[in-house]
């Protein structure tokens, strides 16, 4: 629905649109091939002009949503440029179309299958040509919403382990008292309500930018990267270990789910990688502005190892250096201008300032990563998502303090101290203080006394094995 709502022309939106809405077509996206997962530039299907006709030849892979008597969109090469072609599939598999099906652990309540397609016609006039771009302008924006959606659905599903979580933690006693009062689970529930409210504040800021004209790309990195973190941690971490060896019994919501919770590590974007996808598009800019001159002098003077006390090396660079030089002597010792925040709790305010000032400080840290590495920081991909991840969780905490604040309820406020807490402190290496566990503990103590007012309501499945 999306490639042809945001690029379809008008006479592709009337043919395809009214069918999709109607639910008499249902619609899925074909990017991933064999080959071609994280790395888009492996691309091999094809599509080549054979008259008024696409001939498509190729095979794709992790395909949700793809059955016969769909309509789907396929990213392929044309004159080695990617395009997207809006495919009509056939009511049953034959010569030319063909599913290649598999077991996979997750997805199980959906289709998700690969698609071979041979000699494959479709009509020209189902090329989607976009303004500005090309075919992964499309499937860009397509992901863009498929991650913050993926952020969203991540606090969606940490609500339903919470609200299994509270009851048992109730019903569970140990050494004389139920496991509710004691700090460890209470702890748990804190940082399951803290990463709730750190996902809901992003899917409200990503959601924003995309409904007022924007791409939201970097942002909606961010979104998916912290709600699929989150869901793992919170799975594993957290609901897991309090339910204990219940957790394995079969119709269990964790042992029936685990690989649920887990994929969205992978689909739409594998984190780590994204995370470097995320820091490449964050110094483009610098990189073109300041150290492309520099590294284009230097080629043609013919400088392979540049010294700055060499006088000819300095001679050659004279110009290329003055832009960034410039730009290096009023990031250091021009004074930043001081956020402007609105009305804000204190301690919310507090995290608020710390995450804004730490990111007007990363560009300086950003350049001297790239003026060490210069050409070979491509191949440094440690440093870059060490510093991606620095990044992301300081806009995660600046995100999260001004959704809160906006937020009348003194217990999602306490949830998103914590996260910023934890931010804070992961990013620090700090070890947790006596007064962050008190604040944590009196936070999850809240929490199991039906405090996180989202969870009020949610169905939650019988203990299983009482005693």
């Known amino acids: 629905v999306d490639p042809v709502s945001s ?118 006039a189902n090329l989607l040509e976009p303004i500005r771009g090309n075919g992964l302008t499309i499937a860009y924006h397509g992901l863009n919403l498929g991650r913050v959606s993926l952020c969203a659905n991540a606090a969606g599903t940490m609500r339903l382990m919470m609200a299994s979580m509270i009851p048992w933690a109730k ?29 809901d504040a992003l899917v409200e800021w990503c959601s924003q930018l995309i409904d007022e004209g924007f791409r939201g790309e970097m942002e909606c990195i961010i979104a998916k990267i912290f709600g699929s973190e989150a869901q793992k941690e919170a799975a594993i971490e957290l609901y897991m270990k309090t339910h204990g060896g219940r957790s394995f019994l079969h119709g269990h919501m964790f042992g029936d789910n685990v690989h649920e919770y887990l994929a969205p590590c992978i689909y739409e974007g594998e984190g780590e990688m994204l995370g470097m996808a995320f820091f490449k598009s964050l110094v483009k800019h610098h990189g073109v502005t300041y150290f492309e001159p520099i590294g284009k002098t230097l080629q043609a003077a013919g400088i392979k190892k ?90 995660v905490a600046l995100c999260t303090s001004l959704y809160a604040a906006r937020q009348n309820d003194e217990v999602l406020q306490a949830a998103a101290d914590v996260l910023c807490q934890d931010i804070r402190r992961q990013l620090s290496g700090r070890r947790p203080s006596d007064s962050y566990f008190r604040t944590a503990t009196k936070l999850g103590e809240a929490i199991a006394d039906g405090g996180f007012k989202s969870i009020a309501g949610m169905h939650v499945d019988d203990i299983m094995m009482k005693y």
């Open 306 to 395: 540049p010294n700055p006390m060499n006088p000819a090396h300095a001679w050659a660079l004279r110009k290329a250096l003055v832009p960034y030089g410039k730009w290096f002597l009023r990031e250091k010792f021009s004074s930043k201008p001081k956020a402007q925040l609105p009305s804000m709790p204190g301690k919310l305010k507090e995290h608020a300032e710390w995450a804004a000032e730490s990111l007007q400080r990363s560009p300086m840290e950003i350049s001297s990563t790239m003026q060490k590495h210069q050409l070979k920081l491509a191949d440094r991909q440690c440093r870059m998502s060490e510093l991606s991840t620095r990044i992301q969780l300081m806009t």
């Open 171 to 199: 019903f569970r006693v140990t050494y004389g008292e139920a496991i509710a009062s004691r700090e460890l689970v209470q702890r748990r529930l804190a940082r399951m309500a803290a990463m709730i409210v750190g996902c």
């Open 7 to 124: 690029f379809g022309n008008e006479e592709q939106k009337k043919r395809f649109l009214p069918r999709l809405a109607s639910g008499e077509r249902l619609s899925a996206f074909a990017l991933t091939e064999p080959g071609a997962g994280s790395d888009l530039t492996a691309l091999r299907t094809t599509a080549r002009l054979d008259g008024d006709d696409y001939v498509i030849n190729g095979e794709k892979l992790f395909i949700t949503n793809v059955v016969p008597g769909r309509t789907i969109g396929v990213v392929c090469l044309i004159d080695d440029s990617p395009a997207v072609i809006i495919c009509d599939l056939p009511d049953q598999e034959n010569d030319n179309f063909q599913l290649r099906k598999y077991g996979l652990y997750a997805l199980k309540h959906t289709y998700n299958q690969g698609i071979v397609f041979k000699d494959f016609r479709v009509p020209a």
